[in-house]
Nanobody, 124 residues
Framework: QLQVVESGGGLVQAGDSLRLSCSAS????????MTWFRQAPGKEREFVAG????????VLADSAKGRFTISRDNAKNTVYLQMNSLKPDDTAVYYC?????????????????WGQGTQVTVSL
């Protein structure tokens, strides 16, 4: 089964950029859709961005459109979330999730493989 580990979080100022990485173990990474979710304190986990197993389809939450980009490098078993123009509202723990032959759908219940998360904090 695939295992994933997130990295790249940190403390930044509003307007800055961060690139999150999600590294996966296993030879079948290319058969998994990869998705980013986030969870702020006191709030439910919410979808941020997803990319299909083939890489041919990406989905972004409305809050991410125009600022975030999701991509994958199957040779490196890694999916990235490039976040630009960060806002304080983006502050959350960001999680990576995987679904076999998925489409990058936004429903957390579809995913059984999750990482431990990486903290992103955006200050004014």
């Amino acid at each position: 089964q695939l295992q994933v580990v997130e990295s790249g979080g940190g403390l930044v100022q509003a307007g800055d950029s961060l690139r999150l990485s999600c590294s996966a173990s296993g030879r079948t990474f290319s058969t998994y859709a990869m998705t980013w979710f986030r969870q702020a304190p006191g709030k439910e986990r919410e979808f941020v961005a997803g990319i299909s197993w083939s890489g041919g389809n990406t989905v972004l939450a409305d809050s991410a459109k125009g600022r975030f980009t999701i991509s994958r490098d199957n040779a490196k078993n890694t999916v990235y979330l490039q976040m630009n123009s960060l806002k304080p509202d983006d502050t959350a723990v960001y999680y990576c999730a995987a679904e076999l032959y998925g489409s990058g759908a936004p429903s957390p219940s579809r995913y059984v493989t999750w990482g431990q998360g990486t903290q992103v904090t955006v200050s004014l």
